[in-house]
């Protein structure tokens, strides 16, 4: 597919949801740089909410290919551009309106598949494609590093003649023939650095910029081989057999955890940079702390500091890594979902590992789930892609079982680990027994029980509560009024060790006052319900002497405190980790036995379709945590629901059991994996208006067998930033093409600019 055809299929032939103002749309003059005998009209998306590629003249004397970087004119402004393809002139009836391209800047090009990839996506995702271009050269807006400066000898004899000379500076004069930076040259002619400046003040020696050649150390894949088992060789023969294919080759590497699954693919990109010079591989990975986990494997595997890509790096090593990867000279990038719009030249592997978790589906601006454009990013390099996880979703296990992936299982840990003992604590008849004032606890007694005898055997416990903060809800007792994020029906998370009411939606923050602001009843606003800041606190009154940490986003903000924090686990010098998910996968902690879930019911809890797998994936992975290396390991689940299947099938450890559960009730439903859904979210800070203009839409709603569309109904937080909240769902047979459905239906209805609409195809995410 070329990329004018990519941009076509994506359906932006109409106007689409931005729209430039009348006075920024008026027709321009004509262009001086425009020649009527021009044979070629180059079409460029330009980096603004236009809803199409926009063509522009070639000027006398410029060439440009697809992928090329442009400065063009839009209205009155110059913006840049990115060129897609070239048509001729017969296909415009008024030439004289064209304007021509003003200039063309070395950016490194967009390579074809890249460029082809970023225009799909944007057809996907229903993105005006100069947004969703305009994200992917982001990096392209941080200037490049200034070029260091070398010193070179002048041309001018008379300099020379008039200087006094010594041994030290004929040393320098001797050595400065091509330009050299200040301490190279110093060191070089064996002088201080004094001696080459006054030769530089005298005119002896003239400053330079130093060209700017990026090394890049390169992958060495004999660097150290693992030594893998018989069950892990045997998959790596799989794959390598799917790798010889040379063709698109989507994979599922289906293992338990601790069963070795990142040395068996770790292998599969050995494979590739040894027998391709040219092939680059990317390894997405979905949380920052498990990015530093497997980047110092992979250093240690391939000799090498290997290309990361997330939030945090710097704006440096930003552009450098993007202008490296689209000059090829990058090969093995390991990062976060957005390492996917990275422009690679030869991209021959992609890795996805843990495939199943929810933080590779974007949530903001152009919404998309990394795992499936992986798929489709593969297909388009004619690449391998591994899929790897110990809970598969549902979408990809689906697939292995239809045929359309390769599906490769490990279903033994490594070495002599075995899979951790698993128990259900009903926790109606195991109610925690209230502290020594009273105060609500909760660790039931035989979970308590379960870590005294750990700590005796000087093993480590991690204690499992996806919920940051002291407590999730502060209300008055007085007048019963729930805090909440002002202009936001979202709660106030009480977080006790900084002393703040914060919300984790909007990132409001205040002190927690000592008056509820409602009824100004003192001293009256209580906390409701468990964090890990709360459940630090019961670790720290009934273990006094164990050594407790909380590993959370709130403590390990960034990759260093996160490596920091995971070092001292492993150093043994925290006993007890009180953890949210961000510990819950990835991690290899050979002293830890015991993992006892706070609260398995949490995440059962709202209208979310996939609430049951996402518990179930999650407690997988955080029980899986336990017994990973020679000592045995041990799970405690705290459960009301102890009949629940998600419970039932983790006591039993029968994956297979609660998966077929799960896909019966969505086959019934048709939803994904078995029908696709689109949520429409609207917002307005004007009530009446959104409410008038959602009836007015759902009177246009295609009549159109095999979809079915449900609303408009107020969002579950009807309320945020001030912004009033309204939801569809489209919900379409899988022969159904949703987008097309979704742009015909916004086409038939002009939408007021004060009302904001959000699309969102195969929404993970239901608030």
Not at 312 to 340: F, P, Q, Y
Request: with cysteine.
């Amino acid at each position: 597919m070329c990329v004018c055809e990519a941009l076509s299929a994506s359906g932006y032939d109409k106007a689409g949801d931005f729209v430039l103002d009348a006075k920024t749309m008026s027709p321009a003059p004509p262009d001086p740089l425009f020649n009527e005998k021009l044979t070629t009209i180059v079409k460029v998306v330009v980096l603004a909410p236009m809803a199409e590629a926009l063509d522009y003249a070639l000027p006398v004397g410029m060439s440009l290919a697809a992928g090329e970087h442009v400065i063009v004119p839009l209205g009155h402004a110059k913006v840049r551009g990115l060129v897609i393809g070239f048509e001729t002139p017969e296909a415009h009836e008024d030439l004289s309106r064209i304007k021509g391209v003003l200039a063309k800047l070395d950016d490194p090009i967009v390579p074809e598949a890249s460029l082809t990839f970023w225009l799909w996506a944007a057809g996907w995702t229903l993105t005006p494609p100069g947004i969703f271009l305009n994200g992917c050269l982001r990096a392209l807006k941080i200037p490049r590093a200034a070029p260091k400066q070398g010193y070179v000898l002048t041309d001018e004899q008379p300099a020379r003649q008039k200087i006094r000379m010594t041994k030290a500076r004929q040393a320098v004069l001797d050595t400065a023939l091509v330009p050299m930076g200040l301490c190279d040259l110093a060191m070089a002619a064996g002088v201080s650095t004094g001696v080459v400046s006054a030769l530089e003040k005298e005119g002896v020696l003239h400053k330079v910029d130093l060209a700017r050649e990026e090394v890049w150390p390169q992958p060495n894949p004999d660097f150290a081989p693992a030594r893998l088992n018989d069950s892990q060789g045997a998959a790596h023969q799989l794959l390598r057999m799917e790798q010889d294919k040379h063709a698109f080759a989507p994979v599922l590497l289906d293992g338990v955890t601790g069963s070795g699954k990142t040395e068996v693919y770790l292998e599969s990109v050995a494979d590739l940079l040894r027998s391709d010079p040219d092939a680059q591989v990317l390894i997405l990975l979905p949380e920052i702390a498990l990015t530093q986990a497997v980047l110092g494997r992979l250093e240690a595997r391939f000799g090498v500091e290997v290309a990361q890509w997330h939030a945090n790096i710097s704006n440096g090593n930003r552009r450098r890594i993007w202008e490296g990867v689209a000059k090829g000279h990058v090969r093995l990038v390991v990062g976060a979902r957005s390492a996917l719009f990275l422009p690679y030249q030869r991209l021959g592997l992609i890795v996805v590992d843990e495939e199943h978790d929810g933080s590779y589906k974007q949530e903001e601006g152009a919404r998309y789930h990394a795992r499936d454009l992986a798929v489709f990013r593969a297909r388009l390099d004619g690449a391998m892609v591994i899929l790897a996880s110990a809970t598969p979703s549902l979408e990809t296990l689906t697939n292995a079982e239809k045929g359309r992936y390769a599906w490769i299982r490990l279903e033994q840990r490594h070495g002599t680990a075995q899979l951790p003992d698993i128990s259900l604590i009903d926790m109606k008849v195991h109610t925690p027994a209230k502290g020594g004032r009273g105060e609500q606890m909760w660790l039931s007694d035989t979970l308590v029980g379960e870590i005294i005898a750990t700590l005796r055997r000087q093993e480590q416990v991690l204690l499992f509560l996806n919920r940051r903060g002291y407590a999730p809800l502060v209300l008055c007792k007085a007048c019963g009024e729930k805090m909440t994020s002002p202009n936001t029906d979202s709660w106030l998370v009480e977080h006790r060790a900084s002393g703040r009411l914060v919300c984790h939606l909007t990132g409001f923050s205040m002190r927690k006052p000592k008056t509820c602001p409602h009824c100004g009843a003192q001293d009256s606003l209580i906390s409701v319900g468990p964090g890990v800041e709360r459940i630090l606190e019961e670790v720290h009154a009934r273990f006094p002497e164990a050594r407790a940490e909380v590993f959370s986003s709130d403590t390990t903000p960034d990759a260093a405190s996160s490596a920091s924090l995971i070092k001292r686990i492993e150093d043994n010098e925290i006993d007890i980790i009180i953890a949210t998910q961000a510990a819950a996968k990835g991690h290899n902690f050979p002293n830890l036995t015991l993992v006892g879930i706070v609260d398995a019911d949490l995440g059962l809890k709202g209208g979310d379709l996939r609430a049951a797998e996402r518990t179930f994936q999650l407690l997988a992975q955080a029980t899986g945590r336990a017994g990973r290396k020679l000592k045995p390991g041990k799970a405690v689940l705290q459960t009301y629901t102890p009949e629940h299947p998600v419970m039932q099938a983790l006591a039993h450890q029968d994956r297979d059991a609660f998966y077929a559960y799960e896909s019966m009730s969505r086959e019934i439903a048709k939803f994904p994996p078995f029908g696709r859904l689109a949520a429409l979210i609207l917002s307005a800070k004007d009530q009446n208006l959104l409410n008038r203009f959602s009836r007015e839409l759902a009177l246009f709603i295609p009549n159109t067998e095999g979809v079915d569309v449900y609303g408009p109904a107020d969002a579950p937080l009807a309320l945020v930033r001030g912004q009033w909240r309204k939801r569809f769902l489209v919900r379409a047979d899988r022969n159904r093409d949703l987008q097309a459905f979704v742009n015909h239906w916004l086409a038939a209805i002009k939408r007021p600019n004060a009302i904001r609409l959000v699309v969102d195809i195969d929404p993970y995410s239901f608030l």
